[in-house]
């Protein structure tokens, strides 16, 4: 009897000790039903500038880019530089197998001379001094120098002079040396270039836009130049805008830029980016704008809520959207963890 009456007593404990059902409900209802509070970030609507962009792609020319070559063929004996060798104006890149130009330059010397002889003997026989010949009517001495052969030996070592030195490459201008592909005792061929020399103090970069944007563009206007290659903003200004639409609508325009600190190189692709200021616009980045059922939404906060707006869009960059309609100045709008919010949802601003 006694071990019935203590299982029952301890059963009975149990049951008053256990929480009752209806307040494990009661609580779970409370879970289910607590709304969540999103945290956002938000910003001020007021009326600014708009920086409208316009973004096309380009690619870099030097400004000054010349292709030397030697004006007569010949072999090469001596290499004085390599591609990517800095010269100066003036300085020796290449030179030629010369024996046959210093033959002919004597040869040529030396007739010159024989005419000039020539001549004296020439003007003896017309009764004047033949060494001074500032005494000597014009057309005297015209016609004597033809009878001497003076002019034409004049002219052989004129020539001659000038394929001597044209066994020189010389450097037009300071630049850096490309595109050489010729090597010690390799024949060149007059026609085609020996190498080529690049100025990389400034560059110029072509690009097209749209014959609709035309009117954003002007000559003298900043331009913002971005090669791929790496990361750097390179200022320059538009120089050329070619007066002419071609067949897909599009014009071609020049802009010029400084090689600041030397990294720009021949043929680098860049992008270009040319800005121009709209001045009382509300803009708002472009995180604020959502898209709901195909119309474009944003959200403001007011007293702890959120409030859904149709809006409409104007212009566009690539970071911000400026708002025609839907909107007004001193608007708080939401900027960040707008994403999952429905109207007038409760949310919490970070930082408050």
């Known amino acids: 009897m006694r071990i019935p ?7 009975c404990l149990a049951v008053s000790c256990a929480p009752s059902q209806g ?11 607590r709304e969540e509070l999103n945290e956002v970030k938000t910003i001020k609507l007021v009326t600014t500038t708009f920086q409208k962009e316009l973004v096309s792609n380009g690619k870099l020319r030097a400004f000054c880019k010349c292709d030397l070559n030697f004006k007569i063929s010949s072999v090469v004996k001596k290499l004085t530089v390599s591609n990517g060798t800095f010269v100066k104006k003036g300085a020796v890149l290449a030179t030629l197998e010369d024996f046959e130009q210093k033959t002919s330059l004597e040869k040529s010397r030396q007739a010159l001379a024989k005419a000039q002889l020539e001549l004296e003997d020439v003007l003896i026989g017309q009764g004047y001094d033949g060494k001074d010949t500032l005494e000597i009517p014009k057309e005297v001495l015209r016609i004597s120098k033809l009878k001497s052969g003076f002019f034409s030996a004049g002219l052989e070592y004129k020539k001659a002079l000038y394929d001597m030195q044209a066994t020189r490459l010389l450097a037009s201008f300071d630049g850096v040396v490309a595109n050489l592909n010729s090597r010690i005792y390799d024949k060149t061929d007059g026609s085609k270039p020996f190498c080529t020399l690049i100025d990389r103090k400034s560059f110029e970069v072509e690009f097209s836009v749209m014959e609709s944007e035309l009117k954003d563009l002007q000559n003298g206007q900043t331009v913002s130049i971005f090669p791929f290659a790496f990361e750097k903003e390179y200022k320059g200004k538009v120089t050329q805008i070619n007066p002419v639409v071609e067949e897909n609508g599009l014009v071609k325009i020049t802009a010029r830029v400084t090689n600041n600190g030397g990294k720009l190189l021949e043929g680098m692709n860049v992008r270009v980016l040319v800005q121009n200021s709209l001045p009382d616009q509300l803009v708002v980045p472009k995180s604020a704008v959502l898209l709901r ?19 409409s869009t ?22 960040d963890g707008n ?13 408050d």
């Open 5 to 11: 009456l203590i299982l029952l007593c301890v059963a």
């Open 23 to 33: 307040k494990i409900d009661e609580e779970s209802s409370k879970i289910a039903f």
């Open 293 to 311: 059922q195909n119309k474009e939404v944003v959200f403001t906060h007011q007293e702890g809520t959120a409030i859904w707006h149709y809006v």
């Open 314 to 335: 104007g212009q566009e960059n690539s970071s911000s959207y400026t708002i025609t309609e839907g909107l007004q100045a001193g608007d708080e709008v939401i900027v």
């Open 339 to 351: 994403l999952n919010l429905a109207h007038e949802a409760k949310v919490r601003v970070l930082g």
